[in-house]
Nanobody
Framework: QVHLVESGGGLVQAGGSLRLSCAAS????????LGWYRQAPGKQRELIASIISGGMPNYADSVKGRFTISIDNAKKMLYLQMNSLKPEDTAVYYC?????????WGQGTQVTVSS
């Protein structure tokens, strides 16, 4: 079983920054790929960023240029640096495999961006 725990969310004003972390544990020794998802109120969960160790990151257009995903394979950690936050970034943020069958979803971390 792989456990995913997201942290780092909070309340921030528009234009501010947050750094999210995702810790993977359990049956996984290291991570090669993970992605960040978010689910805004009334919307479907969407993949916004993904990365493969040694590869190029990918971003949804909505966050491109503002968010930066990074991965630490050995530490089994995934990060998301979020800059220039907008109210529309308000969502619960999750990490998981960017494709294929996901691991069990964690609780996510709430990001709220005020106007």
């Amino acid at each position: 079983q792989v456990h995913l725990v997201e942290s780092g969310g909070g309340l921030v004003q528009a234009g501010g920054s947050l750094r999210l972390s995702c810790a993977a544990s359990g049956s996984i020794f290291r991570i090669n790929t993970l992605g960040w998802y978010r689910q805004a109120p009334g919307k479907q969960r969407e993949l916004i960023a993904s990365i493969i160790s040694g590869g190029m990151p990918n971003y949804a257009d909505s966050v491109k240029g503002r968010f930066t995903i990074s991965i630490d394979n050995a530490k089994k950690m995934l990060y998301l640096q979020m800059n220039s936050l907008k109210p529309e970034d308000t969502a619960v943020y999750y990490c998981n495999l960017p494709r294929g069958v996901p691991y069990t979803w964690g609780q996510g971390t709430q990001v709220t961006v005020s106007s």
